[in-house]
């Protein structure tokens, strides 16, 4: 094997860890509103196992604790996250756009805690489900995703977004395989304020 080839190898292996990192520290500081703590005297060639210790303050490997299931909205540098808790299980999340904000009436300008009425929550997951919201089996289920520590299943990959005409009359869907078959120019429908075509 020659080094030229020996060299792309090297960097694509060194860009696939620096671009799963960054998903990774993005998706904690998104979730649990912190970055992991970093510990300058960890040697990272040695792995600790993943067991209490009884005489240590903390767990030899760090966790953040779980997201409490108790939000509706989060906003966060970008936009806005919304959350469903079907009685099925599961949960329901969304990433906000201003009409989806609307068609759920939610506040733009403060978060929500969910409703405590099993019956209630079911109704607005009726609703956020219109939305194109996607299901986890949980929290953690989707980080192990976005870690990469499972792949997506074919169904979570799945982009649906619907439209839903003010005077009450059809809807329109669109579908698509994955976040990678939207169009480069996508974006434009969430500015949308209608179906109309201005």
């Known amino acids: 094997m020659s080094t030229h080839v020996i060299r792309k190898i090297g960097l694509a292996i060194f860009t696939l860890v620096a671009f799963v990192s960054i998903a990774a520290m993005t998706y904690n500081y998104r979730v649990f509103g912190h970055f992991l703590p970093i510990n300058a005297d960890h040697n990272i060639f040695y792995h600790?196992?993943?067991?209490?210790?009884?005489?240590?303050?903390?767990?030899?490997?760090?966790?953040s604790p779980p997201k409490p299931k108790t939000k509706r909205t989060e906003f966060g540098r970008e936009g806005c996250t919304i959350y469903g808790y079907p009685s099925t299980g599961g949960v329901l999340i969304k990433e906000a756009d201003l009409l989806d904000m609307l068609f759920l009436s939610l506040p733009r300008s403060h978060e929500l805690q969910r409703t405590c009425d099993v019956e209630e929550e079911d109704r607005f997951c009726h609703l956020l489900r219109k939305t194109g919201a996607k299901w986890w089996s949980s929290m953690e289920d989707m980080m192990h995703v976005l870690l990469g520590e499972r792949f997506m299943t074919e169904e979570e990959e799945k982009v649906i977004v619907f439209g839903w005409p003010t005077d009450g009359v059809g809807v329109w869907v669109l579908r698509y395989q994955s976040g990678w078959q939207r169009p480069k120019d996508?974006?434009?429908?969430?500015?949308?304020?209608?179906?109309?075509?201005s």
Do not use: E, H
């Open 48 to 63: 600790r196992p993943v067991v209490d210790d009884p005489n240590l303050k903390r767990p030899s490997c760090y966790r």
């Open 186 to 197: 996508f974006g434009r429908i969430s500015l949308a304020m209608s179906g109309g075509t």
